[in-house]
């Protein structure tokens, strides 16, 4: 089992449509959770961190549920400009582990 | 700006050659640095872990030998993939940075081409 699963996708989607991604994590002890957006050859970027409370941050909306194991993204009224990959991403002492990404394509 | 500046952006080899990739912190000091590796329509998959003063710490089923990784300064890590052949081309990238609760940097990353 991998140690960060997320469906791959694609998810195709309209503008302004909401998009929630999943993802699950193996390691119990994992002390952070972040998600990454990703371009096309290009290095990852934060996006978010993930806290216990869940948090916002305009129209990205973050969870975690530690007792599942299980991180979301909310993205809602999607840009074309959000078309990218998420990766969800677990730090259990100190380096980073990725889940496989979910890609997002958003069309006009 | 970058705070992870990673050197060379592309690469091109012929197989059997070695190259250098050069990762530096830029205006913090990292003890630890990491290596990835991204094949296409993969995820990043950790390679090593780079400490600064000693020997790094490689994922299962890395070769160390191949993957020769220096970190002789607070700020700057290199790998070398050596003897590389065309199932080494993929994107490497680095990242140091901080802490157990807060997001690590990346570098540019290498796009490395074994022909």
């Known amino acids: 089992r991998k140690e960060v699963e997320q469906d791959p996708g694609p998810f195709n989607v309209p503008e302004g449509a909401t998009v929630a991604f999943n993802c699950t994590y193996s390691?119990?002890?994992?002390?952070?959770f972040f998600w990454y957006r990703q371009d096309c050859r290009k290095e990852p970027k934060l996006l978010m961190s993930?806290?216990?409370s869940g948090n916002e941050d305009g129209r990205f909306t973050a969870q975690l549920n530690r007792a599942s194991q299980y991180i979301s993204l909310l993205i809602r009224d999607s840009k074309l400009s959000d078309s990218a990959t998420y990766l969800c991403v677990v730090r259990p002492a100190g380096k980073l582990i990725f889940g496989q990404g979910t890609t997002l394509q958003v069309k006009p | 700006g970058a705070v992870v500046s990673q050197h060379p952006s592309r690469v091109i080899c012929k197989s059997g050659t070695s190259v250098k990739i050069e990762c530096r912190s830029l205006d913090f000091q990292a003890t630890t640095m990491f290596w990835y590796r991204q094949f296409p329509k993969q995820s990043l998959m950790l390679m090593a872990t780079?400490?600064?003063?000693?020997?790094?710490?490689?994922e299962q089923g890395v070769e160390k030998d191949k993957f020769l990784i220096n970190h002789a300064s607070l700020t700057l890590s290199t790998l070398t993939v050596t003897s590389a052949h065309p199932e080494d081309s993929s994107f490497y990238i680095c990242s140091a940075g901080g802490s157990w609760n807060t997001e690590a940097f990346f570098g540019q990353g290498t796009r490395l081409t074994v022909v």
């Open positions: 780079s400490n600064e003063g000693s020997k790094a710490t490689y």
């Open positions: 993930v806290y216990s």
């Open positions: 390691n119990s002890a994992s002390q952070s």
